[in-house]
């Protein structure tokens, strides 16, 4: 998709951003540039829309060099999600995210359809936030449109510049969260810079580390942890998180303090205790605390009858044992589309895997964070 072939950028004031960078990026692949400030990362992605020109080698998209293509007609082409979000505060959000597609002279109800459609991806109702101005939404919001502006036109590149840094910490996993969620669905090529290395290790298909204009090791978050390719490298990732990365089993990504409940409850009851946990989700257990099965808010809420029990509208979703290496843990994930893995040992539920739990696992928080989460929403 993305190729570069001995890229070179030398400053006129004589600094060299990048020395010699040969880098390919697959379709459909979030690709994370990450390193200390001045090693190259945003030069680098800044190349490929040509809001940086290169001094040596060339840059392809598709197999041909963009330095072959008009640098205006390539930018509508490619999405661009900034740290400032850049909403033009005088336009409303409907305009703001239209702003291509009208360069691009789409036909006008073709642009309202993406403006709601693009709106309802990211939870924003369109009959609320369409006329609304960006001063009036929150900072996570302002930056939830950003992020769907730069996909309007439907580019197949989209390059995001630190887009969550200036936000607080919520809001921030808020987006990390919606950003893998999204790209499963699109499946855009996305270059995504990053000072955050937590933040590469959750949202990443591949990181490349760069320090002084160079890649020092492009890989798969996994295989960054367990290999490090050497001391540079190894201070980066930190030791925390390489220890957390040497094959962490199922103990170690579970949250323990999870909702359950007994087969035998009736349904009004198990919705009474979804709402005074906060939950969506139950585990069903025995009185000895053997796994039985899992029971949601939305398969309660569809059966109107006081006769059934918990027992007969439960899902059996496979558990995996506390021993699991995160490999087949990841693959289970990968192959189904539930939300959560029961954990077990000798039977019994010892706690549940969610992707956000997963995650967080991997990127090195301390097995503490993970008792407070409580519940099974994430």
């Given at each position: ?226 290999h490090p390719k ?103 994930f990968a192959e ?31 097995q503490e964070s ?9």
């Open positions: 998709m993305i190729t570069f072939k001995n890229v070179s950028k030398q400053f006129p004031d004589g600094t060299t951003a990048l020395k010699d960078i040969n880098l390919h990026i697959e379709k459909g692949e979030l690709l994370t540039l990450i390193g200390p400030s001045g090693c190259g990362k945003t030069t680098t992605m800044k190349m490929i829309n040509r809001l940086i020109e290169p001094t040596g080698g060339q840059i392809y998209i598709d197999g041909r060099s963009i330095s072959e293509q008009d640098p205006v007609e390539l930018r509508r082409s490619i999405g661009y999600v900034i740290q400032q979000i850049g909403l033009l505060p005088h336009m409303t959000i409907a305009e703001n995210i239209s702003l291509i597609p009208k360069l691009k002279k789409w036909d006008k109800n073709k642009i309202e359809n993406r403006v709601d459609e693009l709106l309802e991806l990211v939870g924003l109702e369109p009959s609320t936030f369409r006329t609304r101005y960006p001063l009036e939404l929150s900072g996570g919001q302002q930056q939830r449109v950003g992020v769907i502006r730069a996909l309007a036109a439907e580019p197949p590149i989209i390059l995001m510049d630190e887009p969550f840094s200036a936000l607080d910490p919520i809001s921030r996993e808020q987006l990390q969260d919606e950003l893998v969620k999204l790209q499963k669905e699109i499946q855009k090529t996305i270059v995504f810079v990053t000072h955050d290395m937590d933040e590469a290790m959750k949202i990443a298909d591949r990181i490349a580390i760069m320090k002084d204009g160079e890649i020092l090791q492009l890989d798969t978050p996994d295989n960054i942890l367990r050497n001391d540079f490298v190894r201070d980066f990732v930190g030791d925390e998180r390489i220890a957390k990365g040497q094959t962490p089993s199922a103990s170690d990504l579970m949250i323990r303090k999870v909702a359950t409940v007994k087969e035998s409850l009736g349904l009004a009851e198990a919705i009474r205790l979804m709402k005074s946990e906060c939950v969506e989700s139950l585990v069903v257990t025995s009185s000895d605390h053997v796994y039985k099965g899992v029971v949601t808010l939305e398969v309660v809420q569809q059966h109107d009858d006081d006769s059934k029990r918990i027992v007969d509208v439960m899902s059996e979703p496979k558990p995996v044992l506390i021993d699991t290496l995160y490999p087949e843990i990841a693959k289970r189904e589309t539930q939300g959560m893995i029961p954990v077990v040992n000798q039977s019994k539920l010892e706690g549940v895997i969610t992707n956000g739990s997963m995650m967080r696992g991997l990127a090195g928080l301390d993970q008792r407070k989460e409580g519940g099974l929403n994430e």
